[in-house]
């Protein structure tokens, strides 16, 4: 059963940085393409970053030059680093995994509050 635990998520102030893990089990991360996805409140979930297999990387004109997708296949894990949040970026982050089917973590909290 392939599984995704997001980590990392927390109450950050306007302007702060956080760093978000997704760690990978039961599927060999360096075959598929990965992204980050997350859905503030009254809102639907929308595309944060995405990652593919050879490190191609695509980013949401919301979080380009703030964001930062990146992979450690040999540890089986995907990063999101935030830098310069802002309170519009309140929301829960998912992991997501494309591989032979569509997989997806539980979620992790992040709130950008003073």
């Known amino acids: 059963q392939v599984q995704l635990v997001e980590l990392g998520g927390g109450l950050v102030q306007p302007g702060g940085s956080l760093r978000l893990s997704c760690i990978v089990s039961e599927i060999i991360l360096s075959f598929n393409d990965m992204g980050w996805y997350r859905q503030a409140p009254g809102k639907q979930r929308e595309l944060v970053a995405t990652?593919?297999?050879?490190?191609?990387?695509n980013y949401a004109d919301s979080v380009k030059g703030r964001f930062t997708i990146s992979r450690d296949n040999a540890k089986n894990t995907v990063y999101l680093q935030m830098n310069s949040l802002k309170s519009e970026d309140t929301a829960v982050y998912y992991c997501h995994c494309q591989s032979y089917a569509s997989f997806w973590g539980k979620g992790t909290l992040v709130t950008v509050s003073s």
């Open positions: 990652i593919t297999s050879d490190h191609r990387t």
